[in-house]
């Protein structure tokens, strides 16, 4: 165990540990905004849990770190931003059943405002907010897909169930009249543990007995339950297959698939979680089948007009530093069976946009996505912020400044990749788009975490 205050952590991997667990604040966060004396409680501490060699267990005060600014090389005035830079930003674009007005997407992020997973009009509001400040495409928080093992979190959203399909279509309705698009991302979380934070999650015990995974680790090197049989196996990608088709019928635009973060697909993909030596593990070819044929049977389930988004990340919340692909060549091995599946964009989720994936070339995760299969791709990490990870304390003076965009603008004019997905920005600033494409940059008011509190 290496505790912080111990100073056998820096506080540069701390500030990253924590600022890649934001989703799980925010879970914990909303839950006490009717419980004054633990709000303050849970904004003074955090604990994380991440069983794994690399990813060690950290308890202990959070401090105020100072979060990690880019490199001066990645940093340039932003007051030598010209009017063109952006331009590219805001063309059209088309894609099956896709048609956006601009390339902005808004990146999914959990907010746990369903209470029993039914998002309500506070929720259609919400996401309504981001399409009249300009976002081309929404791309929903996570929403568990009709499995009895896809959820551990109940106030974030069921793709199932009368009451909250009528939820959707609510959420639907309200985006579409205010001229955006919009898309669900379909989520099942396998085996994964729930952070340990005292005062908010001390009192819940984990029931793994009705989840499933590929070989049953929860984190590298351990596990805790078997693997799934092949009828489970079956039973998950039909529950997909379901929800895709329900997202087209309630008149969705698309639907995302969520293969990323060490979650059910992407625990098929990575060797560490799936130790499988059936059809389903062993080599590449045999770790992407999983995701290839749940692929398929969405794409059975919606035609070939409606657009499958897949979105996919090397690092996992069980080991940040983990890699699918340690080369271009293994990215191919598997982004080439996907595309040929039926995905028809590629969503490469990252810490920081503006980093290189590999060596030799400054193409980043999407840029290589779109390389390697010739297909649309989002990029996302970090834009919009001035900071490359950001800590997650809601003590009301932390806030971040604006980040400089010039690097956005260039990599994207020159086709790097097709879409680009906003997150923590649009939060303190549903007005991006709009405030970009009009050159207002000093009106760009910088994410706050103490925001994560409410859903406006």
């Not at 028809?344 to 390697?372: M, V």
Request: aromatic fraction near 10%; hydrophobic fraction near 45%.
């Amino acid at each position: 165990m290496m505790h912080v205050g111990a100073g056998m952590l820096s506080a540069e991997r701390f500030a990253d540990l924590v600022s890649l667990h934001i989703m799980f604040f925010v879970r914990g966060i909303t839950r006490l905004v009717r419980k004054p004396s633990q709000f303050v409680f849970a904004a003074k501490f955090g604990w994380i849990n991440a069983s794994s060699e690399r990813s060690a267990r950290i308890e202990g005060p959070m401090r105020l770190l100072k979060p990690r600014p880019m490199k001066k090389a990645e940093r340039r005035a932003m007051t030598g931003i010209k009017s063109d830079d952006r331009k590219s930003l805001f063309e059209p674009f088309r894609q099956q059943s896709l048609s956006l007005s601009n390339r902005i997407a808004m990146a999914p992020m959990t907010r746990t405002f369903s209470p029993g997973g039914v998002p309500g009009a506070d929720v259609a509001a919400y996401y309504r907010r981001r399409a009249e400040g300009g976002v081309g495409l929404i791309i929903t928080e996570g929403a568990w897909v009709p499995h009895a093992g896809a959820s551990n979190e109940e106030n974030a959203p069921r793709f199932y169930g009368e009451d909250a399909l009528a939820g959707w279509a609510g959420v639907v309705r309200e985006v579409h009249a205010a001229g955006g698009r919009i898309v669900p991302q379909l989520w099942h979380v396998g085996l994964t543990h729930r952070p340990k934070a005292p005062g908010v999650y001390d009192d819940i015990r984990e029931d793994f007995s009705g989840r499933v995974s590929p070989s049953g680790y929860v984190a590298v090197g351990d596990k805790i339950a078997e693997g799934m049989a092949e009828r489970d196996v079956g039973a998950v990608i039909a529950a997909y297959a379901t929800a895709a088709a329900t997202a087209k019928r309630l008149g969705f635009d698309g639907v995302e698939i969520h293969g990323a973060h060490g979650y059910m697909v992407d625990q098929f993909l990575w060797r560490e979680t799936n130790r499988r030596t059936d059809r389903w593990g062993g080599d590449i070819a045999g770790r992407v089948r999983f995701a290839v044929e749940l692929v398929r049977a969405c794409r059975a389930a919606v035609g070939p007009d409606f657009a499958i988004i897949l979105r996919f990340s090397q690092w996992k919340l069980q080991d940040y530093a983990a890699r699918l692909a340690q080369s271009p060549q293994e990215l191919a091995e598997f982004l080439l069976p996907l595309s040929d599946a039926g995905v028809d964009i590629f969503h490469a989720s990252q810490r920081r946009f503006w980093e290189p994936e590999f060596a030799d070339s400054d193409l980043n995760l999407a840029g290589w996505a779109k390389k390697i299969t010739g297909k649309p791709s989002i990029t996302v990490g970090s834009i919009g912020l001035d900071q490359a990870l950001l800590e997650t304390s809601v003590d009301p003076g932390v806030a971040t400044d604006v980040a400089h965009l010039d690097r956005l603008f260039e990599m994207h004019a020159r086709g790097d990749f097709d879409l680009v997905a906003i997150g923590r920005a649009l939060i303190c600033e549903p007005d991006w788009p709009a405030k970009v494409r009009e050159g207002r940059y000093d009106q760009l008011r910088p994410f706050d975490a103490t925001r994560l509190t409410q859903l406006v």
